[in-house]
């Protein structure tokens, strides 16, 4: 197979099983937060939603911190970088969701309990799909996470 064909084939299987998870934990926010505060959005629209901030917010600061973190406690590192950035995505999309108007601070400490819970799913959520691509395609998904959110 060229590489040109399993290039395109592991983007679309990490952007197929990113909007799966993020479909399914979207679908959860239902069950902590009242339908009537989420403005009628649906689960699928939110997964699209975080896929389209991913891409966004994430990407340019993967691109930076997949070169801070290559060696010695890769995943630490990792983590250390995206676990941040990946709340402030959620909290994004926590936004989105409600519909009303928050304080800035609320983007880093969250909305309220059940919400702050929703998005810490979220977060792990996002690095568990990042850990099945990798623990699937190895090493070769690390230049791929540098190119997608």
């Not at 600061?61 to 970088?81: D, E």
Request: proline share 5%.
């Amino acid at each position: 197979m060229d590489p040109t064909t399993v290039l395109w084939l592991l983007v679309s299987s990490y952007v197929v099983l990113k909007y799966l998870g993020y479909l399914g934990w979207c679908s959860v926010l239902y069950l902590v937060y009242p339908k009537e505060s989420t403005l009628g959005r649906s689960p699928r629209v939110l997964a699209l939603w975080r896929l389209l901030i991913g891409i966004v917010v994430g990407l340019p600061v993967s691109w930076f911190g997949i070169h801070l973190t290559f060696g010695a406690n890769f995943p630490y590192r990792w983590v250390a970088i995206m676990a941040p950035v990946r709340w402030f995505e959620w909290s994004l999309l926590t936004a989105i969701a409600i519909g009303r108007g928050f304080e800035p601070i609320q983007l880093a400490v969250g909305m309220s309990g059940a919400l702050r819970a929703w998005q810490a799913g979220g977060v792990l959520v996002s690095f568990a799909t990042d850990a099945v691509i990798m623990a699937t395609s190895g090493i070769f998904f690390v230049a791929l996470r540098a190119m997608i959110c």
